[in-house]
Each structure stands twice: as C-alpha cells, then as structure tokens.
C-alpha cells in the first residue's frame, strides 16, 4: 500500500482547509409547531424537491428546530442537487446534534456531488469521534469521482491544481476504511460496506492489498462486496485467497470470488472456475462461473459446456430453469470458439437458433461469431427478409451480422473474410433499404451498420431522422454523432430538433439530436442546442446548458429553472399517507407470482407512480424485456425493446436504502429519467446504491424471479393496501 493514503502531512489540515472551505454561518433555528404544521412543512418539502426547486424556504428549513424537518429538508436538497444548499449541509454535518440529520447531511452532500463538501466529509472522515462516518465516506467516494471526472475531461499536459485535492480525498476515504480494518471485530459495519464501493468509485492507486484484508472478514456481505470492489477494479492481489473463496459456503462470495478470478485472469484457477459452471447448486454462481471462463479463454472448457448444455432440459419445453443458463452457454462458447471447426459447438448453437426462433440474442450474436460463413448463408436468412419476420428476429440477426466484424480482423483484399465482411454490410443495407423491416428493429439494424464504420451510414443516418419513431430518431441522431463533423450532418439535426422537442410521449430524439449538435463543434450548431433552453422540458433544458458549457459557448445555468411537475397537492397527501403503512404489489407473470412490500418513507412518490399505473392495468400483458442472471430482472415496458415509457418522467428519489438481493430499482437512461420500467435485483449489487432509487423489496416469490426468463409475460398486478 502506498504510505500516502495512510497519513496525511503535517500541514494537511491546512490545504484542507485552503481548498475546501466553504461552508457559512448556521441560522437560528425556528420551530415548525405543531404536528399538522409540521405534516404540511414536510409535504412543502416535497413539493419543493418534485419541481427540483431549491430556494430561501427550503435552506431555511435547514435550520428549523425539529431534527425530522432538517432531516427531510436536507434529503430534499441532496436530491435537488443545487449547489448553493453545500455550506448550509457542510455545517449540519459538523455541528447538528441529531445524529440522523448528521448522516443525511453527508448522504445529500455526496448526491450533489460538489467539491465544496468535500472539506467537511474529510474532516469527519479524520475523527473517529465524528458521527455520520459511514454516509461521509460514501459521499466522498461520489464527490471524488465526480470530481476525477471533471478533472480527466479538462486535464492539461502540465499537473493539475486539482490532483492535490483528489489525493487528500482519496487518503481520507483509505485511511478511514484502513482504521476500520484496525479495529477488528469492533469496525463499524456500514462504514466498511460503504468504504468499500467508494474505493471503487474512486480507483485509488495500490489500494488493493487494504481492499483484500477483507476477504477474511467473518461477515460473508463484507466479503462478497469487496470482492465485487477487487472484480470492477480488476485487482490481482491475493488471487490464492480468492481462489480459496470459490468454495466458500455463501453463494455470493463463491460468485464474486469467481468474477475476480475472470478479472484477474488468473488463469491457475479454471479448472476450479470449471467446476462451478457445470455444478454449483445455485444459478447465480453457474453464471458468474460460465462468464468468467470466457474472461479466462480456455478452449477446454467448450466440450464440458456443450456437454452441460446437451443436458439441460430443452428450450422447446419453455424450462425456465434452464433458459438463462442456456444463453449464457451460448454467449461464452461465442467468445471461446471464434471461426470455430468444432462440429459439436456449431450443431448445439444451430439446435439453440432452431429453439429460440432466431430471437435470442446471446445465440445469434454467438452463430455468426462460430461460423460466419454459416451464419451468413443460412436459408433462415430470407425467413428474416420476409414480412412476417417479427422484429427481435431482424434485430438479433443485424446484431449477428455486426458481431462478424469482431471475429474477422485483418483480411486481405478480395479474401473470404473481405467477402464476408463485405457481405454483412450488404445485408444491413438491404434491411435499412426495406420497407417491410420491422420499426422496433431498426434502431439496431442502424448501429449495426454503423459498427462497420462505413461512410454510408450518415446517409442513413439523416434518412431516418424523419421517421416516425421516437427511439428511431433518437437512434439516427446517435449514428450521427459517432460520425466525423459535417454541414449536412448539422443542417440534418438542425432541421430534425423541433419536431423533436414537440414530442410528447419520449424525449430520446430530442436529447440525443442536442448531443449530436453538440460533437459538431460550430457556432451553427451551438446556436440551435440554445434553442433547447426553451424547452417545456427540464431535462432538455439541462442537457443543451452542460453541452454549451462544454462548448465553451457560454453558461445558462439559470435557464434550467424548475420542473413543472404533473403532481398536485392531492397527489403529494396521497403520496405521504402511505407513510409507515404495508403497501404491496402482486405481480402475477406467467413464471408465477412474487410480492413487492413498497418502501412509502423513503420513495413516496415513485411508490405512489407505481401504484397508480398498476391500477390502470398499465404492466396487464407487458413482456420482461431483459433478465441478466445474477444482476437483474427488468420490466415495466411497454414497446418491450427498453425503450417504452407511461410518456412522462418522474424525478429520482434516491434514498439511503441498499439494492441487496431482492431490491425493486427504477430503471433510467440518466438522472429523474424514470417513468415505469423497474427491476429486482438477484443479488447485492452496492454500485448501484445512490444511483437510482429502491422503492421496494420483494418478500415473497424470490424463487420466481430466479426463474423468470427473458420473454415471459406479467398477466396482472394485484396491489393492496392496508
């Protein structure tokens, strides 16, 4: 470990100080009287924080005299995220005498991400005395990141004034995780479970051997989390130890140990790795393992997966128990046997493509990397031509078709693989040339294309900026954006982004035209992204005042304004009457049923969003678009591709609330992106904790969501309130 992120130097406090203080005089607290008085205060808060409106009112409910009101209020501004609640919370945090408002003075500190917080959470950090370390060391790990952030976009040749204040963050989040580490069976449990994600949000250099003295914590979720620290942050120490760990008693320890193992490629490990794949008792486990040994690329392990996956019952039986590990067999056979000769693997994945239907994307994508000649010149080919192809089987074979150009690198002129990669082009062509290709699929056919890099696909690109389709628009816009700046590219957004900011139901073309104008870095296009500061939108508004700042084209920071949200003051008592009441939701798939008990107190109004939308059949019939074993099972879309929405978004809500296993999450494209897809988390997955809002837990039917597949379908949603 480097000593520099044990101790600080003698004049440390000093720079501290220097850099960081910004903090101001405390007002004199006030009193919000009585129970009801205090029931409408609160329920201002929350007005304030659904229109994103920070302003006199709301700083100086900071300060009132009830700790339940400072508490909510500073909540709220960690939410709102504007930048001039920072000293008012930098205060509270060093000097409030409720220990709850301490800690949500340092949990909004680390939502807002400003480096002007960062002083007072080191300072916490350095005391072992101070209350709210835990909330402090992660807020430091996101002001540090954001921080880092800013500081690589805009990094000179020379050294930056801002290193010296990433350092000082850095050693303060390592030292206080190393005390914790010092003190044994006495270490604070949360401070360590959120030290660890920080270090992995704040990459700090020879951080590994600290992060690695918690594998041998006899608490398996310390473990399991900085395993998941040591696997994002692709460490190699103690790979023996790890190795060890793969036959640990927790399921979540033996999947992240192997996910390290992946990481680190430590190679010594397959057959160990090898042996979880084929028998681990728990799917969690079996995925991480099947993924890991494609990290590892040992031919060896083809042959025992093709085995498994021979075994398997059969995907024309629908068995969910199977399916998902089906897919992934298929997605690491895909990496292990590019432009493979190996009869068994190309007859498994030809019998797996006959079972899907051409629509699982994992087998196309693993085809045509096998055997791209196969794979091109299948008569399935013209079934996906015709116009009773659905779209999922258009788009899988366009994301085939790209996958081709992965596996073939390098081929000389007029060769099999310029053929085949000539060929692949062609065929993408044809599908955007096609009146008949699906609208759902095209959005993929398009980035497909644009994989290849051909100078073609700007043309188009521009074509199907006039489409009809929002997520097509959006799509092209993006297409656009990746390719090299021209005055037909900008005089094609520009003529595109009205029509864009007049629709109503998704604002994806409206905010991916805006940063496609962006990459063309002319006065033309800055000019029309100001017409976004006109927007009924906020999030436009926001995104066209980043990408003029970034321009250099000016700051309208004031133009963001407020959110005019679709709540009224009924919805708001609606929303915080269900506080401290059971309220649930039964989701009722066709995989079997699971139960979600709502977290009201902590996500009101993502709850009450919930709750409304369930009450108008609105998931009745909705496909699950997405399962990805051991992370996620996301639903709640309509047009079943990720990209649907209810035609409105609400603002985020985050909350202290950890996404362990069985957590219910908003799903978003960015923040306040949210609208009604959702997702249950199948395991502990912390790098998602302040990032999107938990607004519920599953307690009953885990064992279904285990075995929901990609596909099935949720018939009905049941909610009750008692």
């Known amino acids: 470990m480097n000593d520099k992120y044990y101790r600080l130097a003698p004049g440390a406090l000093i720079v501290l100080l220097t850099l960081f203080a910004n903090a101001s005089a405390q007002p004199a607290r006030r009193s919000s009287g009585s129970s009801e008085s205090t029931a409408n205060t609160l329920l201002n808060v929350m007005r304030h924080e659904d229109e994103r409106r920070w302003d006199d009112q709301l700083n100086g409910l900071l300060a009132d005299n009830n700790p339940k009101v400072r508490t909510r209020a500073a909540l709220a501004a960690g939410r709102i995220g504007d930048e001039r609640a920072v000293p008012m919370l930098a205060e509270m945090l060093l000097t409030d005498k409720d220990v709850d408002v301490r800690q949500m003075a340092a949990f909004a500190l680390g939502e807002i991400e400003s480096p002007g917080g960062a002083f007072a959470l080191v300072t916490v950090l ?294 085949a990669l000539k060929d692949a082009q062609k065929e993408l062509a044809e599908m955007l040339q096609r009146p008949t290709t699906p609208t759902l699929a095209i959005p993929d056919v398009l980035q497909a294309y644009s994989s290849y890099k051909n100078p073609t696909a700007g043309e188009f690109a521009r074509k199907y900026l006039l489409a009809n389709d929002v997520v097509v628009r959006a799509n092209a816009a993006e297409v656009i954006g990746s390719q090299p700046p021209s005055e037909k590219s900008t005089r094609a957004l520009i003529e595109a982004l009205p029509r864009a900011m007049r629709d109503k139901d998704l604002n994806d073309a409206a905010l991916a035209i805006l940063d496609a104008l962006g990459k063309q870095k002319t006065a033309t296009a800055n000019d029309a992204i100001k017409t976004g500061l006109n927007s009924s939108d906020p999030l436009v508004r926001r995104r066209a005042v980043a990408l003029l700042k970034a321009n250099g084209a000016g700051d309208f920071s004031d133009r963001i304004g407020t959110v005019q949200t679709r709540n009224t003051t009924l919805d708001y008592r609606r929303a915080m009457a269900r506080a401290g009441k059971h309220v649930t939701a039964t989701i009722v798939t066709s995989s079997g049923s699971f139960t979600i008990e709502f977290l009201p107190d902590d996500a009101p109004l993502t709850v009450d969003n919930f709750v409304q939308l369930a009450r108008k059949g609105y998931f009745n019939g909705q496909t699950i678009p997405r399962v990805v074993p051991n992370f996620v099972v996301q639903a709640g879309d309509p047009r079943g591709d990720q990209n649907g929405g209810p035609g409105y978004q609400i603002r985020c809500e985050i909350n202290e609330a950890p996404f362990e296993r069985a957590a219910v999450g908003m799903a978003l494209s960015g923040k306040d992106t949210g609208g009604s897809q959702w997702f249950v988390t199948h395991s502990p997955q912390p790098h998602l904790d302040g990032g999107y809002t938990v607004f519920g837990r599953v307690i009953r039917g885990m064992d279904v969501i285990d075995n929901i597949v990609r596909g099935d379908v949720i018939r009905r949603v049941i909610v009750n309130e008692r």
């Open 126 to 419: 350095n005391d072992p005395t101070k209350a709210g370390r835990a909330r402090a060391i992660e807020a430091l790990g996101k002001v540090t990141a954001a921080l880092e952030s800013k500081t690589a976009a805009g990094k000179a040749a020379a050294k930056n004034p801002e290193d010296k204040r990433l350092d000082i963050c850095k050693a303060a989040i390592v030292n206080a995780l190393g005390f914790e580490n010092g003190r044994g069976p006495q270490r604070d449990r949360l401070t360590v479970l959120l030290g660890l994600t920080a270090v992995l949000r704040t990459k700090p250099e020879g951080v590994g051997p600290l992060v690695a003295k918690f594998l041998d914590d006899p608490d398996p979720s310390i473990v399991a989390t900085a395993l998941n620290t040591m696997a994002r942050l692709r460490l190699k120490d103690a790979n023996e130890r790890v190795r060890e760990l793969l036959a640990n008693g927790d399921p979540i320890v033996r999947a992240n140990a192997a996910r390290v193992i992946g990481a680190a490629d430590h190679k010594e490990a397959f057959e160990k790795v090898l042996e979880l794949a084929l028998h681990d008792t728990d799917l969690r486990v079996r995925a991480s393992a099947i993924r890991t040994l494609a990290s590892l690329k040992d031919v060896r392990a083809a042959e025992p997966l093709i085995k498994r996956g021979t075994s398997l019952p059969s995907l024309e039986r629908q068995s969910p128990a199977s399916r998902n590990e089906l897919l992934e067999i298929a997605t690491t056979l895909g990496r292990l046997l590019p432009n493979s000769s190996n009869d068994a693997a190309i007859a498994w994945i030809r019998k797996m493509h006959d079972s899907t239907n051409g629509e699982a994307v994992e087998v196309e994508i693993a085809f045509a990397r096998m055997t791209p000649g196969l794979f091109q010149n299948d008569s399935y080919k013209s079934q996906v031509a015709s116009r009773n192809a659905t779209w999922r089987q258009v788009s899988r074979r366009a994301q085939g078709l790209a996958a081709i150009r992965d596996v073939i690198t390098g081929a000389a002129t007029d060769s099999a693989g310029d053929h």
